[in-house]
């Protein structure tokens, strides 16, 4: 089939095809990448640690007082979750006895 004809008899004629990959003969390779340099043993880790060190210089901590708003928001909720639970545990053991004695 050539790019005028139709793909169907009685259709709009195929749109033209493009050449692959395959068939373009000047594609050349991609230039290797060169491997960084290695560095000493342990330069690593002395790099991690000034990068973090420069990350904690950026962080906004909180005040005394968010600290301790903080602090209690999650008390209480844990609080109220614990007898949340609590009373949960008491309703099933009662139930559970009851069923199965």
Partial sequence: ???GEAALPGGPPAPPRR????????????PRREREART????????????????????????QNQLIQGVAVVLIACLIVGVFLYGCDILFKHLVQRVFT
Avoid: H, I, N, Q
Avoid at 19 to 30: F, G, I, L, Q, S
Avoid at 40 to 63: D, I, M, N, Q, Y
């Fill in 40 to 63: 000493a043993p342990g330069g690593g880790a002395r790099r991690f640690v000034s990068e973090s060190w420069g990350e904690l210089k950026k962080v906004e901590w909180p005040t």
């Fill in 19 to 30: 050449p692959t990959a395959r068939a373009v003969p000047d594609r050349r390779p991609e």
């Fill in 1 to 3: 089939m050539t790019a």
